[in-house]
C-alpha cells in the first residue's frame, strides 16, 4: 500500500452506497463530523457480522435475541454493512447463523447489549453447568471443545414446548471455592479492550455481584431464584441432587451419564459455592449478505449488484464454524473478492 501510494481513511464510517443506474459507484461516509464521498470502479464489503445491532438481533438471532445472547467479539460489528446493502436490494443468506456456544455476560452494556467474556473455565474440574431448574443437560465439555463449541448454542436456544419458555436462557455455571481461588473463570485476555476488571481471583466480579456466591448448595439456590433472568424456576432439590449425582460420578472416576470425561471432572465441595450466568453467544454472527463463488454480492433475485463484492462474516461461505479466526474467509475469500473487485475497477476505468 506504501509503495503504490494508497490512501487509508481511519476513523470513516461508511454510511450508504452510491448507486447509478443499479450499480455501485462508491459510498458515502462519515469522518470525524464530515460527510465524504469516495467513488470507485469496484467497492468490496468486508464490515464483520452484526453482533451489536439490536434490531438485526431480534430480527434473526434464536429465541430472546436481544436478552438472550452476547457476544465478545468488537462491538465496532454493529452491522451497518448488512444494512447499507439491504437498501441497495442485497438478498440475504443465513443470517440467523452465529459462530457460538454458552458464555458470561455482564450487565456492563455496549449498544445497550449485554459484553459477553469468553468463559474457558466450562468444561473443567470442579464446575457444572445447569439450566434453569438446577439440572445437568450435556456434557459440559462439548460447550467448548472443537467442533462442538460453534454449534451449541443450539442446546442453549431449545424452548420447551410444553411449559412455553426458554429453559437454558440462561444456563448457570456452578462452581466451587476450589475453582475460584484457582483462576478467572472468564479470559481475562477478552476483558482488556472492554476496560473490565474481573480479578485474577474472579474478586472484583464477586463485588460487583457478576458472579453470586453463597455458603451452602441451596443458599446458591436461592441467589440463582432471586436473578432476575433465573424467574424463580431454580429448584433447589434438583440442584442439590445434581451436585450429588456429579460428585458421585467424580468419586467412583467413570465417565458421566452425559459423557463427561473423567479428566474433565472433580468434585464441587468447596464452599463458598458460586454461580454465574451463561448465554448463548460466542465471537460473532455469520450470516448476512447473499453471494456468490466470486464473491459478488448478490440481489434477491440471486443476480450480481454491479461493482459490490463481498467477503468476511458479513457474507461467511461456512456460516456455522468460525474457521480458526475467521483467517480461511479472508486468506481465500477476501482474496478472491480482492482479485474481482481489482478485475471490475480496472474494466470501468477503461470504458
Not at 455501485?24 to 467497492?43: F, H, K, N, P, W
Not at 434464536?62 to 436490494?89: K, L
Not at 441467589?223 to 468419586?251: G, Q, V, W
Not at 448463548?280 to 448478490?298: H, M, S, V, W, Y
Request: proline residues 5%.
Amino acid at each position: 500500500m506504501d509503495d503504490r501510494d494508497i490512501d487509508v481513511l481511519w476513523e470513516t464510517a461508511a454510511r450508504e452506497f452510491v448507486v447509478d443506474d443499479g450499480a455501485v459507484d462508491g459510498i458515502l461516509a462519515d469522518r470525524q463530523g464530515t460527510r465524504v464521498a469516495c467513488g470507485a470502479g469496484a467497492t468490496v464489503l468486508t464490515s464483520g457480522g452484526f453482533e451489536y445491532n439490536k434490531d438485526l438481533r431480534l430480527n434473526f438471532l434464536e429465541g430472546p435475541g436481544v436478552e438472550g445472547w452476547s457476544f465478545y467479539g468488537t462491538s465496532a460489528n454493529t452491522g451497518t454493512g448488512i444494512e447499507m446493502a439491504m437498501e441497495i436490494g442485497a438478498g440475504l443468506s443465513k443470517v440467523s447463523k452465529a459462530a457460538s456456544r454458552m458464555i458470561a455476560a455482564i450487565p456492563a452494556r455496549e449498544h445497550g447489549l449485554k459484553i459477553g467474556l469468553r468463559t474457558p473455565v466450562v468444561g473443567r474440574p470442579n464446575t457444572i453447568v445447569v439450566d434453569n431448574f438446577g439440572e445437568r443437560y450435556a456434557a459440559e465439555r462439548t460447550i467448548t471443545k472443537d467442533p462442538s463449541r460453534y454449534l451449541f448454542y443450539k442446546e442453549g436456544v431449545r424452548f420447551d414446548v410444553e411449559e412455553l419458555l426458554y429453559p437454558r436462557m440462561p444456563s448457570w455455571l456452578v462452581f466451587d471455592e476450589t475453582l475460584r481461588k484457582r483462576r478467572s473463570v472468564v479470559s481475562l485476555r477478552g476483558t482488556d479492550y472492554q476496560g473490565i476488571e474481573w480479578g485474577e481471583e474472579n474478586e472484583h466480579a464477586i463485588e460487583n455481584g457478576w458472579i453470586l456466591r453463597a455458603p451452602t448448595i441451596e443458599d446458591l439456590a436461592r441467589e440463582i431464584s432471586d436473578h432476575p433472568e433465573n424467574r424463580e424456576l431454580m429448584d433447589a432439590d434438583a440442584l442439590l441432587e445434581t451436585f450429588s449425582k456429579y460428585n458421585r460420578c467424580c468419586e467412583v472416576g467413570k465417565t458421566d451419564p452425559f459423557g463427561s470425561e473423567p479428566e474433565n471432572m472433580a468434585p464441587l465441595r468447596s464452599p463458598p459455592y458460586y454461580a454465574l450466568p451463561l448465554y448463548p453467544g460466542g465471537p460473532n454472527t455469520k450470516g448476512g449478505i447473499l453471494a456468490n463463488g466470486d464473491r459478488e454480492a448478490l440481489n434477491t433475485e440471486r443476480e450480481p449488484i454491479p461493482n459490490l463484492y463481498t467477503a468476511g462474516e458479513i457474507s461467511s461461505a461456512f456460516k456455522f464454524v468460525y474457521q480458526g479466526g475467521n483467517l480461511v474467509e479472508c486468506i481465500a475469500f477476501g482474496r478472491i473478492a480482492g482479485e474481482n473487485a481489482a478485475k471490475r475497477a480496472l474494466s470501468v476505468s477503461r470504458r
